[in-house]
């Protein structure tokens, strides 16, 4: 049998399949699963962007055919009126704002369009999984930057060695940060991270999956806001959180035009862009009413409330986040001789919860979990009540 490339070879195990597995397990035994594994929305888009879908698959079948790779006009256009409204930021929609196939295909393909086998990229440790594949998938390598508590979880970027920041060719940063949760007030970072882009020449993809995903009156700068940002870098944006549109595929970047030109280019040669229907459904989203956001908040909110309260009342003492949909945690008192893996496979054996193991998302993840707050808010309370016996039983 042939071997697939040494890059795939090279990818590390996908620690969420563990889980998976034991997912899969516990569904087949019958067992009664609360899955807070996978950020993956469980609140359906809202009625008037499924209408724009479905109305224009019905009525207008021109749209059936191939789409322009780099994205409608209309969308872009869309795209760069959002911006304008939301952060004062003005996009010229011709040649700085590309529509992707989900951010997650733009942010993978960031790297193969820049990394030559050998390049580096500086990545956050832990970070979204795409932002360390893209580069490895690429055959560039990776230098790690750890994110830890006590930093605020933000990069040192004076701990890069001088001679990676200078072979560095670009860098991944994300606020609100999955998996950790952590945001940035204000523009200081983003300015010492232009600063430090500029003095080493290189390129900023800020992945801004969660900008819209805030609670508590609190809201989340762009990096393209940040003298300076659009001669060094691109930001990275999803429908899937904002819109509740995971499954739809939908994103987009915008930023420096110069640095856009080899990401178009690339995609244009794999793909043809995103189903006319879903970008007019897109227009819809960002020119339509903002109240479904609104609503998707609050309900988030509401489940972080909940949870973190009951979850500190059985003593697994948790952080309420401002941003996300995620709450970050060190594993509980009496579990931390554990591995973060190995405690998120005892807990769904033993009580169906499904939590993802901290690790899976770079080794500064470890001794942490992440739940995603993805389920229906009743179900909050019955998964404290089987942690809380959890805890009880299994604690050392
Ligand atoms: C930080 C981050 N970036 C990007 C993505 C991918 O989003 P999309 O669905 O747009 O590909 C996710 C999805 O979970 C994410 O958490």
Same mark, same amino acid.
Request: charged letters at 25%; glycine letters at 6%.
């Given at each position: 049998?042939?071997?697939?490339?040494?890059?795939?070879?090279?990818?590390? /195990?996908?620690?969420?399949?563990?889980?998976?597995?034991?997912?899969?397990?516990?569904?087949?035994?019958?067992?009664?699963?609360?899955?807070?594994?996978?950020?993956?929305?469980?609140?359906?888009?809202?009625?008037?962007?499924?209408?724009?879908?479905?109305?224009?698959?019905?009525?207008?079948?021109?749209?059936?055919?191939?789409?322009?790779?780099?994205?409608?006009?209309?969308?872009?256009?869309?795209? +760069?009126?959002?911006?304008?409204?939301?952060?004062?930021?003005?996009?010229? %929609?011709?040649?700085?704002?590309?529509?992707?196939?989900?951010?997650?295909?733009?942010?993978?393909?960031?790297?193969?369009?820049?990394?030559?086998?050998?390049?580096?990229?500086?990545?956050?440790?832990?970070?979204?999984?795409?932002?360390?594949?893209?580069?490895?998938?690429?055959?560039?390598?990776?230098?790690?930057? %750890?994110?830890?508590?006590?930093?605020?979880?933000?990069?040192?970027?004076? +701990?890069?060695?001088?001679?990676?920041?200078?072979?560095?060719?670009?860098?991944?940063?994300?606020?609100?940060?999955?998996?950790?949760?952590?945001?940035?007030?204000?523009?200081?970072?983003?300015?010492?991270?232009?600063?430090?882009?500029?003095?080493?020449?290189?390129?900023?993809?800020?992945?801004?999956?969660?900008?819209?995903?805030?609670?508590?009156?609190?809201?989340? /700068?762009?990096?393209?806001?940040?003298?300076?940002?659009?001669?060094?870098?691109?930001?990275?944006?999803?429908?899937?959180?904002?819109?509740?549109?995971?499954?739809?595929?939908?994103?987009?970047?915008?930023?420096?035009?110069?640095?856009?030109?080899?990401?178009?280019?690339?995609?244009?040669?794999?793909?043809?862009?995103?189903?006319?229907?879903?970008?007019?459904?897109?227009?819809?989203?960002?020119?339509?009413?903002?109240?479904?956001?609104?609503?998707?908040?609050?309900?988030?909110?509401?489940?972080?409330?909940?949870?973190?309260?009951?979850?500190?009342?059985?003593?697994?003492?948790?952080?309420? /986040?401002?941003?996300?949909?995620?709450?970050?945690?060190?594993?509980?008192?009496?579990?931390?001789?554990?591995?973060?893996?190995?405690?998120?496979?005892?807990?769904?054996?033993?009580?169906?919860? +499904?939590?993802?193991?901290?690790?899976?998302?770079?080794?500064?993840?470890?001794?942490?979990?992440?739940?995603?707050?993805?389920?229906?808010?009743?179900?909050?309370?019955?998964?404290?009540?089987?942690?809380?016996?959890?805890?009880?039983?299994?604690?050392?």
């Amino acid at each position: 049998m042939k071997k697939p490339t040494k890059k795939l070879i090279k990818l590390p /195990p996908y620690l969420f399949e563990a889980i998976n597995i034991l997912k899969c397990d516990a569904y087949a035994r019958k067992q009664d699963v609360i899955d807070l594994g996978m950020g993956n929305p469980d609140m359906p888009a809202s009625e008037h962007i499924v209408e724009a879908l479905t109305d224009t698959v019905t009525n207008h079948p021109k749209t059936h055919r191939y789409p322009q790779a780099k994205g409608m006009l209309k969308l872009r256009k869309a795209i +760069a009126d959002w911006y304008t409204r939301t952060y004062k930021v003005d996009l010229n %929609p011709e040649n700085e704002v590309l529509v992707l196939v989900g951010s997650k295909e733009g942010i993978a393909h960031m790297s193969m369009a820049y990394l030559d086998p050998g390049d580096y990229a500086l990545v956050p440790d832990p970070s979204y999984l795409v932002h360390k594949n893209g580069v490895i998938l690429a055959g560039g390598e990776i230098y790690d930057m %750890p994110l830890l508590e006590e930093n605020g979880y933000l990069p040192d970027l004076d +701990a890069v060695p001088r001679s990676i920041a200078k072979k560095a060719k670009m860098m991944f940063i994300s606020y609100p940060n999955n998996p950790t949760t952590a945001v940035v007030k204000g523009l200081s970072f983003f300015k010492k991270v232009v600063a430090f882009a500029k003095k080493y020449d290189i390129i900023v993809c800020h992945d801004f999956a969660y900008s819209e995903v805030v609670f508590d009156g609190y809201k989340s /700068p762009s990096f393209m806001e940040t003298p300076g940002a659009r001669e060094v870098g691109l930001e990275f944006h999803s429908f899937s959180k904002t819109y509740c549109m995971a499954g739809w595929r939908l994103g987009f970047v915008v930023g420096n035009a110069e640095i856009l030109k080899p990401l178009e280019k690339l995609k244009s040669y794999l793909d043809f862009g995103v189903f006319t229907a879903i970008q007019l459904a897109g227009v819809k989203a960002l020119n339509g009413s903002q109240k479904c956001v609104e609503t998707m908040n609050a309900e988030y909110m509401r489940r972080r409330d909940k949870f973190v309260k009951e979850l500190n009342k059985i003593g697994w003492e948790v952080d309420s /986040p401002e941003a996300t949909m995620y709450l970050w945690s060190k594993l509980p008192e009496g579990f931390r001789h554990m591995s973060s893996l190995e405690f998120c496979e005892l807990l769904i054996l033993k009580t169906g919860i +499904a939590m993802a193991p901290g690790v899976a998302f770079g080794s500064n993840g470890e001794g942490y979990v992440r739940m995603a707050l993805v389920t229906h808010y009743n179900r909050f309370h019955d998964a404290v009540l089987r942690l809380n016996k959890f805890l009880k039983e299994e604690r050392k």
